[in-house]
């Protein structure tokens, strides 16, 4: 019996332990392969030659278990556990920094309003060169949440070099809780037209919602961007949808082969009744492909953008007793039309699940044809979607790569953008704020010059990046424009990226702009049987 075989005998042990039916209800083959299983265990565990540490073996056994179903059955440790469940919980605990690392040194970029190190005095361009009275420089990116972060409550001392001061300042901070968002961006994109940008569905998702459109005062129009938004919660989804659907619209259904269906509907009336545009791409997955699904089923907006990922499967999670955990797939996701919101895949293959997606983003294959796909019908106008898996848009923008080159996307993906960024401002944050106080006032003015394009090719060429000629006349305005977004947002906030990037450089969000101009000449025959 090979080694690999022997792991996914192991792995039954241990999901011996997840709720299931009743003995009674198990089949006579189950109960044999359970006892079959657990007699292995107690022989390798008592009878082998040398001693077993029988734990990695049983933890690699459920992922060569796991690996043997839908792509998205998994199993998570201990640690993977830990971080994940701070990632949806809304906080942390930890000093209220955001940092980065330019040439081994953590640079504060911000902090946050009212957090443990404002209170503190520690400012925008402060090096930490001491944490606990050990020396930081050097760390590594994956060393430092581990010193920032403890407990609420807890302290720790950290050493702050600071431009134009000589001597080291040194600040002992109360670490508390640090607010983690979900709300990437909320502004307004024109007179009467909210945007929002919703990166995940956590905890405190809907609550930030309300908050950014409260933000944004009275508007009839509304671009809900879920790009890049992976998931998250499925009640916070539900949520979100229901914002927009009249009370008991139905928002997703589940089916499953051991689960009775469940339906989920909206459970207040529509708190907002304008126009809405939803934009996906390639990444909107699960919780955002429920959302964008349910406001497309009951055509209660245009959905604007690229084809979703496709990720429909209703895991459940069950601790294994350690802290780690198992998800597993026990149902499929389906629009209130009926849509499966997953896209086919052939269980074990997940290389070839995730192979056939980057070939689609890379527009190898045109997942986008309807001809072989089932049809189904929206709940109020009856007019054609199609399942298949994912969300299709019914206004579909293709990515403009065109300007694009090779020595673009290695300046972003070796860190030259981020360390340029970090450079300038910190030789010219103080001269900026005092130009521009406001967002307003940068984007009415603010350009980066040609020179300092120059100093960034500069640091590429000491970096080892080779210079190219050809690719950085190609790419020099996408460069200047995701550069100045950079710098917009590490001077004033998180909005300000999106504000600068989105008008210039976004098509799917300038598409959606012009349909909410032209609504009655472009949307509402989209709208149509």
């Avoid at 005095?121 to 944490?131: F, L, Y």
């Avoid at 008991?248 to 082969?257: F, N, P, Q």
């Avoid at 980066?448 to 190609?474: C, I, P």
Wanted: charged share 25%; with cysteine; net charge neutral.
């Amino acid at each position: 019996m090979s080694f690999c075989r022997i792991c996914l005998f192991l792995s039954a042990v241990v999901l011996a332990l997840w709720p299931m039916p009743s003995q009674a209800q198990r089949s006579r083959e189950d109960l044999e392969q359970i006892q079959k299983l657990n007699r292995f265990y107690s022989l390798l565990s008592a009878s082998y030659v040398d001693k077993v540490d029988m734990a990695p073996i049983v933890e690699s056994a459920i992922k060569a278990s796991l690996a043997e179903l839908d792509p998205h059955s998994y199993y998570l440790t201990a640690e993977e556990m830990k971080a994940e469940m701070e990632s949806f919980a809304g906080e942390f605990s930890g000093i209220g920094v955001e940092y980065n690392l330019l040439r081994d040194t953590i640079i504060v970029v911000n902090t946050i309003a009212g957090g443990p190190a404002e209170n503190v005095g520690i400012r925008p361009n402060d090096r930490i060169v001491e944490i606990e009275g050990r020396s930081a420089v050097g760390l590594s990116r994956t060393d430092i949440p581990a010193l920032l972060r403890g407990e609420k409550g807890s302290r720790v001392s950290v050493g702050i070099m600071r431009r134009g001061v000589k001597e080291p300042l040194c600040f002992t901070i109360t670490r508390d809780k640090i607010p983690i968002t979900t709300i990437d961006a909320a502004y307004r994109a024109a007179d009467d037209v909210g945007y929002i940008k919703v990166n995940r569905f956590g905890h405190t998702t809907m609550r930030e919602f309300r908050e950014a459109m409260t933000s944004l005062g009275k508007v009839s129009n509304l671009i809900l961007d879920l790009r890049g938004n992976g998931g998250g919660l499925l009640g916070q989804a539900v949520e979100m949808a229901g914002y927009f659907l009249p009370k008991g619209s139905l928002v997703v259904y589940t089916e499953g082969r051991s689960i009775p269906s469940e339906s989920f509907y909206a459970d207040r009336y529509n708190e907002f009744k304008g126009r809405v545009v939803v934009l996906i791409d390639e990444s909107s997955a699960s919780a955002s492909e429920i959302v964008a699904g349910a406001l497309q089923d009951w055509d209660r907006a245009i959905v604007v953008g690229r084809e979703s990922f496709g990720k429909g499967l209703v895991q459940r999670q069950v601790g294994l007793g350690d802290g780690s955990a198992v998800r597993l797939t026990i149902a499929r996701y389906h629009t209130p039309s009926g849509r499966v919101i997953q896209r086919p895949y052939t269980k074990g293959d997940k290389e070839g699940y995730y192979k056939a997606h980057y070939s689609r983003i890379a527009g190898i294959k045109d997942s986008l044809a309807t001809d072989s796909l089932p049809k189904y019908r929206t709940l109020k106008s009856k007019r054609a979607v199609y399942g298949g898996g994912g969300i299709r848009p019914d206004i579909v923008v293709h990515s403009d790569t065109t300007q694009v080159s090779n020595y673009m996307i290695k300046l972003l993906s070796q860190g030259l953008y981020r360390d340029f960024v970090m450079s300038y401002l910190d030789e010219n944050r103080n001269e900026l704020l005092s130009h521009y106080p406001a967002y307003e006032s940068f984007e009415k003015s603010f350009y980066l010059s040609d020179t300092e394009l120059e100093r960034l090719v500069a640091m590429a060429a000491a970096a080892g990046v080779e210079y190219d000629a050809e690719g950085f006349a190609l790419s020099r305005e996408i460069i200047r424009n995701q550069l100045s977004a950079m710098i917009a947002q590490l001077l004033y906030s998180p909005s300000a990226f999106y504000r600068w990037i989105n008008p210039r450089q976004v098509d799917s969000y300038i598409k959606a702009l012009e349909l909410l101009a032209e609504w009655d000449k472009q949307a509402t025959p989209l709208l149509k049987p």
